[in-house]
């Protein structure tokens, strides 16, 4: 009993060491996003000699959403002879097939690919594979089908390619819907500290801007060279954001391409959204951990950043065995002076990880972007903290069985909702 | 704002020493007092704290019979699950609520089961709640100032802020301490390691009133700044 009392006074130090390096870390962000230097991305160049671009938008029962973002992408203001439109029907079951072919009869630079074969899995790393095998553009550009791009994102996410060390390039993501409920509002908020500040801030200090997935692009000839998307990885964009500095490639990230999606509007989606994105953060955790250490390309800095950026996800559960081993500890009369805040974790959980972001972090982020009203129901994220922690170590385990089993994974696409076009 | 932050933190500390070394030991004698004045007769007891001496009260909890919380178990246990099936309350704050009373069936089920093995009395209790109060008061204290030294706004009003937070939580730390005594020793004590475990809780009004600061100082500036 005395060695597991020793275990258990040790696991608090540390998980108060860990969760101390998230919070200065995120500290520095915010500092740096605030009072620091400020990157600016390649808005500014004025170059006529643009690439050849496919602009690619993954579909899977999208009738409420797919004419909406094709009719903003043919609006888009890069020279047409230079960009194709390709939405890929990934098995669509409902109109989403009709949509998009009645589109294209109208827009000749509108190329549907349908994947409707049925020994295909369908699965977004899948559609993106076998699209790269036939368009003709250098730089692929993705949007999910919910999203509204202005009419200069693509212009602006393919100017990122001047740079010969640019592999991928992210925009920033806006919540559309934030206007329907007190949910919608909060990931509004949570949003805006993540893009604001922490993909500006990890651009600003030579870090790892996460490619995420939509509002991004990345150079075909780079990511057919790599062996595409891995199917096996639910995170395809995080898989990608680790591959490119594997292979000595950087991410930039473009603050002010933004660009509008849907957020889930109910807590249980969300709760499954949360789980999904912490299954392939862990997934890309097991596979990429090893070649951190080993990578020749990695910068000290990015190594740090990169590991902590990895971990992040599995924090929610170390955070779960903390509570109950400070409960263990409580009644063994073995909670010393050190472990006797260890209650105190909390205060750090709740504001570092529950929400994935310090309350410092979202109040700043929202002030820059000049919230007023919303900036009031920060304290409202503390009540997200334990679905969040719970849901997020859901999809730890299931990463781990994943990983156990080499089973296929399944895309749980988040539930759309038909409304008014506001983008810019 | 490093100057700003040096300020802070001192101010932080500082209020903190004030804390253990006089105000506690001020506000124990007005409630032994009260105490006494209603016919109450608690023996005050020192206590070592971060090597400071403080002082509380010498109660014995109330230990309800096993019959009693086995009937308490079911209600919270039957509460959790009606928490999960209702619709009405969003799944966010049924978990947290379910949390709490996770928390508490945890702690009724040792009661119920091991009351005889439980390694507390008075001195204990209170040399490690106040270890923690102590902690968790310089914690937030730190972790505010560090939030307010970002803040874009005059120093001499972001020392006030701090200054009225710092006497909010000494005034709050006794009322919370008066409501702990009168509950491990008149209800229960199951409250023992809930009013431990549940301390944390009371961080969510420094954030709120962060982030009304911001919210005051977003409204004067709006229109002049983006970021």
């Known amino acids: ?14 998980l108060l060491v860990f969760m101390s390096i998230y919070m200065i870390q995120h500290f520095i962000f915010t500092y740096s996003r605030l009072y620091g230097e400020q990157r600016n991305y390649y808005h500014d160049i004025l170059d006529t000699e643009m690439p050849t671009v496919s602009v690619v938008i993954p579909m899977h029962n999208e009738e409420l959403v797919a004419e909406n973002v094709l009719e903003r992408l043919v609006l888009s203001d890069y020279p047409k002879e230079k960009m194709e439109i390709i939405p890929i029907n990934d098995h669509s079951t409902d109109r989403t097939k009709d949509i998009i072919d009645t589109f294209a009869r109208k827009h000749p630079g509108v190329k549907p690919f349908h994947r409707l074969k049925e020994d295909e899995k369908r699965g977004k790393a899948e559609g993106l594979n076998d699209v790269m095998k036939f368009t003709k553009g250098d730089i692929i550009v993705v949007f999910d089908a919910d999203y509204q ?28 819907n934030s206007d329907s409920n007190l949910l919608t509002l909060l990931l509004d908020m949570e949003r805006s500290a993540g893009y604001q500040i922490s993909q500006q801030a990890r651009y600003n200090m030579d870090l790892i801007p996460q490619y995420g997935g939509t509002v991004g692009a990345y150079r075909k000839s780079v990511v057919r060279q790599m062996g595409g998307f891995d199917p096996k990885v639910l995170a395809e964009d995080t898989d990608l954001t680790y591959k490119m500095y594997l292979n000595g490639w950087k991410i930039a990230y473009a603050n002010k391409t933004e660009c509008y999606e849907q957020m889930p509007e109910t807590w249980a989606a969300r709760a499954r959204q949360v789980r999904r994105w912490s299954r392939g953060h862990n997934e890309v955790l097991f596979h990429h951990l090893p070649s951190i250490f080993t990578s020749k390309y990695f910068t000290l800095r990015e190594k740090w950043d990169g590991l902590l950026l990895l971990f992040v ?32 974790l909390l205060i750090m959980a709740i504001n570092a990880f529950g929400n994935f972001a310090p309350f410092f972090q979202i109040t700043i982020a929202n002030y820059l972007d000049g919230r007023t009203e919303s900036l009031k129901l920060t304290p409202m994220f503390a009540f997200n903290f334990v679905l969040y922690i719970f849901y997020t170590s859901r999809g730890f385990i299931d990463a781990l069985i ?21 983008a810019k | 704002m490093w100057v700003d932050l040096a300020i802070f933190v001192l101010v932080s500390v500082g209020s903190i020493y004030f804390y253990i070394t006089l105000i506690h030991h001020n506000a124990m004698m007005m409630i032994h007092e009260v105490f006494t004045a209603s016919g109450l007769h608690i023996e005050m007891i020192d206590l070592d704290i971060y090597t400071f001496s403080m002082s509380a009260f010498d109660i014995s909890f109330h230990y309800n019979s096993q019959i009693t919380l086995f009937y308490v178990l079911l209600l919270t246990v039957g509460l959790m699950l009606f928490l999960v099936y209702q619709t009405k309350i969003p799944l966010n704050l049924v978990f947290w609520i379910d949390f709490l009373l996770l928390l508490t069936a945890i702690f009724l089920v040792y009661f119920i089961f091991w009351p005889t093995y439980f390694p507390y009395n008075a001195k204990k209790y209170f040399e490690l709640y106040l270890h923690a109060y102590v902690g968790f008061m310089l914690m937030s204290f730190i972790v505010f100032s560090f939030s307010l030294a970002l803040t874009p706004e005059k120093l001499g009003k972001k020392l006030f802020i701090l200054s009225g937070v710092i006497a909010y939580y000494f005034v709050y730390s006794f009322v919370r301490l008066a409501a702990t005594l009168l509950l491990v020793s008149q209800v229960s004590v199951v409250f023992v390691p809930l009013m431990y475990f549940t301390i944390f809780y009371d961080f969510i009004l420094i954030i709120y009133i962060y982030t009304f600061v911001l919210y005051k100082n977003t409204i004067k500036s709006q229109g002049l700044y983006h970021g």
Do not use: C
């Open chain 1, 1 to 14: 009993m005395d060695n597991l009392i020793l275990i258990g006074q040790a696991y608090q130090i540390f």
């Open chain 1, 149 to 176: 791009p202005a009419k200069e994102a693509i212009k602006s996410l393919v100017m990122g390619f001047k740079d010969p060390q640019v592999g991928a390039v992210m925009g920033r993501v806006l919540v559309q």
């Open chain 1, 313 to 344: 996800y599995m924090m929610p559960i170390l955070l779960m065995v903390g509570i109950a081993d400070s409960i263990f500890l409580f009644f063994m009369d073995a909670i010393s002076i050190v472990t006797s805040m260890s209650a105190l």
């Open chain 1, 402 to 422: 994943d990983l156990a089993t080499r089973r296929d994974v399944d895309w749980d696409k988040t539930k759309r909702h038909q409304r008014k076009n506001n």
